[in-house]
């Protein structure tokens, strides 16, 4: 007799907490236990403070205006998800991000697929 099983499921659970989330990139690095922490971000571009409205002496509403400078554009990166991992669980993602990317490249072709500075995109 074995002192193994013959095998070992895993079987899955959400927490309630769990949200799908969107994200344009990671900022992070390798904190001082040498550990991966990964802080997955959302851009757009920064809400005004205020925005205002004049309002015309017969009542109407006219165009809305809001303070912007137009030297300078200012993008939020709003960080909704952090995620640390170890060395190994680190390794394994990366091998698994290869097999999907490589997946994606063989159904839609090379032809298919475009790279440039903003990122990602479909042709």
């Given at each position: 007799m074995s002192q193994y099983?013959?095998?070992?499921?895993?079987?899955?659970?959400?927490?309630p907490e769990t949200r799908l989330r969107y994200s344009h990139g990671v900022w992070?690095?390798?904190?001082?236990?040498?550990?991966?922490?990964?802080?997955?971000?959302l851009e757009s571009d920064k809400l005004p403070p205020y925005s205002?409205?004049?309002?015309?002496?017969?009542?109407?509403?006219?165009?809305?205006?809001?303070?912007?400078?137009?030297?300078?554009r200012v993008i939020?990166?709003?960080?909704?998800?952090?995620?640390?991992?170890?060395?190994?669980t680190a390794r394994a993602m990366l091998e698994w991000l290869e097999d999907k990317i490589a997946?994606?490249?063989?159904?839609?072709?090379a032809s298919a697929l475009s790279f440039d500075d903003t990122g990602f995109h479909h042709q």
């Open positions: 099983p013959n095998r070992v499921r895993y079987e899955y659970e959400m927490d992070g690095g390798i904190n001082p236990q040498g550990e991966i922490e990964i802080s997955f971000y205002e409205r004049l309002i015309a002496p017969d009542g109407s509403f006219g165009e809305e205006s809001a303070p912007f400078s137009e030297e300078e939020t990166r709003h960080i909704h998800s952090r995620v640390i991992m170890n060395y190994h997946a994606i490249e063989a159904e839609a072709g």
